[in-house]
């Protein structure tokens, strides 16, 4: 799909739809220029803001640095 559409079907500026869903605004520009093409994890980011943005906005804005570090994020018996 077009990113420039999916960001518009949000009613979002590039800068508060980068902001909201994690990616920068410089990659964001370049997709919708079409100078380049998502990659693979950020094409699975995007597919997950089409079918669940509220919980990918969630963890964007909890931050998932600390929780990764500290096994909170881990599944049971990952984080030994």
Request: glycine letters at 10%.
């Amino acid at each position: 799909g077009d990113i420039k559409t999916l960001r518009e079907n949000f009613g979002l500026s590039q800068e508060k739809f980068s902001s909201r869903f994690g990616f920068s605004l410089g990659t964001l520009r370049l997709w919708e220029q079409g100078s380049r093409r998502p990659d693979k994890a950020a094409s699975v980011l995007l597919a997950l803001v089409v079918k669940f943005p509220d919980a990918v906005s969630e963890v964007v804005r909890e931050g998932t640095d600390k929780k990764w570090k500290s096994g909170e994020m881990c599944p049971r018996g990952l984080s030994d």
